[in-house]
């Protein structure tokens, strides 16, 4: 554990079978630390049962590389505990090559999509089976 404060907010609710995450901010290690700690408490309430995660980032500004390797490991627990499909909408494309890749690696344990909105996102995860209501 750091002895660091938080830098980068996120906020995490269900909706339906999707895990919806609003990230904001620079991130460095502790925030990441502190999604992962949430969102396992968040993960307990499907009981094993397969989810989607839609990823809000158009108000995120970036991280340093540690709290992006932290963020691997929330990805990586997440599909221990049933996360079967990501969907990611980043302001600039700028912010997609800073997580290409994260990106690359997710797509070999998840079905992966970038989006360009939250409409669209939910629809993608829609379409593999995931109720957003």
Do not use: C
């Amino acid at each position: 554990m750091s002895d660091w404060a938080q830098h980068g907010e996120f906020t995490l609710h269900w909706q339906g079978d999707v895990l919806m995450a609003n990230y904001s901010s620079t991130w460095n290690e502790e925030a990441a630390r502190q999604l992962h700690k949430k969102a396992k408490l968040l993960w307990q309430m499907r009981d094993g049962r397969p989810w989607g995660l839609l990823s809000d980032g158009r108000q995120w500004e970036g991280g340093t590389p540690e709290a992006l390797e932290l963020w691997w490991g929330f990805f990586e627990d997440g599909v221990r505990h049933g996360l079967r499909a990501a969907t990611d909408i980043l302001p600039t494309s700028f912010h997609a090559l800073m997580v290409r890749a994260l990106k690359e690696r997710a797509e070999r344990l998840a079905l992966y999509q970038r989006s360009d909105s939250i409409e669209e996102g939910l629809r993608w995860l829609s379409a593999q089976g995931f109720n957003s209501d």
